[in-house]
């Protein structure tokens, strides 16, 4: 296997990196503080190709891989994971129409992803039901040629931005089998009945919007169907066969952020009369900490070349979600230590990198069921 990046996806690196690093510094900040962010920063990532590369090429994406696209979501977290998250999540859930789409959906929903006329979310997670999704309680009832759907949603990324959302959806309650009860239903936001109220007070990646949503008698057309009724379990595990390849770039990209910070401090910073750099404790640390980074590139890397090879391993992907997770929360918990008193406070970048960095835990799976998952296959 070879995992050399050809001369496009070094120059898609290379772009990535360029564009991050002269929009986000200057503003990562003010949207940290303020829990805000300026969605022309989403428009103009847009304007220069950045995002739904993974978009086929027909629906007016690039038709990379999704391979390219955690190359480019390792560039943006590496500079600021608040901004990158509020500009990369806005195509979450492309994924799911890529996959299971009419041609319909397809058609009217991608391209204007791809041109940032459009965004999207996708809600699973309810109140009561989180890691266990098979639990979800909204519902989605057939009347006429209409779904009527009634229930609430927790944590759902852009939820007061997006114009599309695909939600899970109860369909059929009484199939005996937990994972043929729900489906995916395609919601356009401005549906009569949908409403959206912000989550305030997020530890970090505040720059991105999280929402919770209630449904009261949303009617949508039965073609708003996403895949097949009753297949809604199978889909989401193919859908975030997908989207964790990107949790993974985002680790590595914020452990970098993380180690860039460590070298920059310990080599300015003084204490008995030699910088901290020079103590082999310090060195150390930085010598994990960038063998941690490469362990969980080359994860993520071997994940998502599987996948775009049609190889869908969904341990590999597992082990590289929760792997990469946990890595950027040491890495981050390291390069403060380096920092003391310092990256305690929020002028110093490394705060909100460790405040950011709880997240890759817990969203798209938390560590605990990507384990579950590896320890499942090991033992069938
Ligand atoms: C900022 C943010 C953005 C998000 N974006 C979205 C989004 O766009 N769409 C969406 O649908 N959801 C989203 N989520 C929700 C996220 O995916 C869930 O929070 C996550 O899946 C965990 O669910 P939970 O919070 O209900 O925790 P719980 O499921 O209640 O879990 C709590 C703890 O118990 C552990 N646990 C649970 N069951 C077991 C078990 N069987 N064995 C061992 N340990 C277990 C978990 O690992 C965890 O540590 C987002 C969340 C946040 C915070």
Same mark, same amino acid.
């Given at each position: 296997?070879?995992?050399?990046?050809?001369?496009?996806?070094?120059?898609?690196?290379?772009?990535?990196?360029?564009? !991050?690093?002269?929009?986000?510094?200057?503003?990562?900040?003010?949207?940290?503080?303020?829990?805000?962010?300026?969605?022309?920063?989403?428009?103009?990532?847009?304007?220069?190709?950045?995002?739904?590369?993974?978009?086929? %090429?027909?629906?007016?994406?690039?038709?990379?891989?999704?391979?390219?696209?955690?190359?480019?979501?390792?560039?943006?977290?590496?500079?600021?994971?608040?901004?990158?998250?509020?500009?990369?999540?806005?195509?979450?859930?492309?994924?799911?129409?890529?996959?299971?789409?009419?041609?319909?959906?397809?058609?009217?929903?991608?391209? #204007?992803?791809?041109?940032?006329?459009?965004?999207? #979310?996708?809600?699973?997670?309810?109140?009561?039901?989180?890691?266990?999704?098979?639990?979800?309680?909204?519902?989605?009832?057939?009347?006429? #040629?209409?779904?009527?759907?009634?229930?609430?949603?927790?944590?759902?990324?852009?939820?007061?931005? !997006?114009?599309?959302?695909?939600?899970?959806?109860?369909?059929?309650?009484?199939?005996?089998?937990?994972?043929?009860?729900?489906?995916?239903?395609?919601?356009?936001?401005?549906?009569?009945?949908?409403?959206?109220?912000?989550?305030?007070?997020?530890?970090?990646?505040?720059?991105?919007?999280?929402?919770?949503?209630?449904?009261?008698?949303?009617?949508?057309?039965?073609?708003?169907?996403?895949?097949?009724?009753?297949?809604?379990?199978?889909?989401?595990?193919?859908?975030?066969?997908?989207?964790?390849?990107?949790?993974?770039?985002?680790?590595? #990209?914020?452990?970098?952020?993380?180690?860039?910070?460590?070298?920059?401090?310990?080599?300015?910073?003084?204490?008995?009369?030699?910088?901290?750099?020079?103590?082999?404790?310090?060195?150390?640390?930085?010598?994990?900490?960038?063998?941690?980074?490469?362990?969980?590139?080359?994860?993520?890397?071997?994940?998502?070349?599987?996948?775009?090879?049609?190889?869908?391993?969904?341990?590999?992907?597992?082990?590289?979600?929760?792997?990469?997770?946990?890595?950027?929360?040491?890495? !981050?918990?390291?390069?403060?230590?380096?920092?003391?008193?310092?990256?305690?406070?929020?002028?110093?970048?490394?705060?909100?990198?460790?405040?950011?960095?709880?997240?890759?835990?817990?969203?798209?799976?938390?560590? %605990?069921?990507?384990?579950?998952?590896?320890?499942?296959?090991?033992?069938?």
């Amino acid at each position: 296997m070879d995992f050399s990046l050809n001369n496009e996806q070094k120059d898609i690196i290379k772009a990535a990196r360029e564009f !991050a690093l002269g929009e986000f510094p200057d503003r990562a900040q003010e949207f940290d503080r303020e829990e805000t962010f300026d969605q022309g920063l989403w428009k103009k990532a847009c304007e220069l190709g950045f995002i739904g590369t993974f978009i086929p %090429e027909e629906y007016e994406g690039m038709g990379y891989g999704f391979f390219e696209n955690c190359l480019i979501t390792e560039e943006f977290w590496a500079v600021d994971p608040g901004i990158a998250q509020a500009i990369i999540s806005c195509t979450f859930g492309s994924e799911l129409l890529i996959l299971f789409g009419s041609d319909d959906q397809k058609t009217s929903i991608l391209p #204007g992803l791809v041109s940032g006329e459009a965004l999207i #979310g996708t809600a699973i997670t309810e109140p009561d039901a989180g890691s266990d999704v098979t639990s979800a309680t909204t519902t989605a009832i057939r009347n006429g #040629g209409d779904w009527i759907i009634n229930g609430a949603k927790m944590f759902a990324t852009n939820g007061n931005l !997006a114009d599309h959302m695909i939600v899970f959806c109860l369909t059929d309650p009484e199939n005996p089998s937990r994972h043929q009860r729900h489906s995916f239903i395609l919601i356009p936001t401005n549906t009569p009945g949908y409403s959206s109220s912000k989550i305030r007070g997020k530890m970090g990646i505040r720059a991105s919007d999280t929402a919770e949503l209630s449904f009261s008698d949303v009617r949508v057309p039965i073609r708003n169907l996403v895949g097949v009724e009753g297949n809604g379990f199978k889909e989401l595990m193919a859908f975030f066969n997908r989207t964790r390849l990107h949790v993974s770039a985002q680790a590595v #990209g914020l452990a970098r952020a993380a180690l860039e910070e460590s070298i920059k401090h310990t080599k300015k910073r003084r204490q008995f009369d030699a910088p901290l750099a020079s103590f082999q404790v310090t060195q150390f640390k930085m010598a994990e900490m960038a063998t941690w980074i490469r362990a969980a590139r080359n994860l993520y890397y071997e994940a998502a070349w599987s996948v775009d090879h049609g190889k869908i391993d969904h341990a590999l992907i597992a082990m590289a979600k929760w792997f990469s997770a946990q890595m950027a929360v040491r890495c !981050a918990d390291e390069a403060l230590q380096m920092h003391g008193g310092y990256g305690y406070i929020d002028e110093y970048r490394v705060q909100r990198l460790y405040r950011d960095a709880k997240i890759l835990e817990i969203y798209e799976g938390t560590k %605990e069921m990507e384990k579950t998952i590896v320890a499942k296959s090991l033992l069938a």
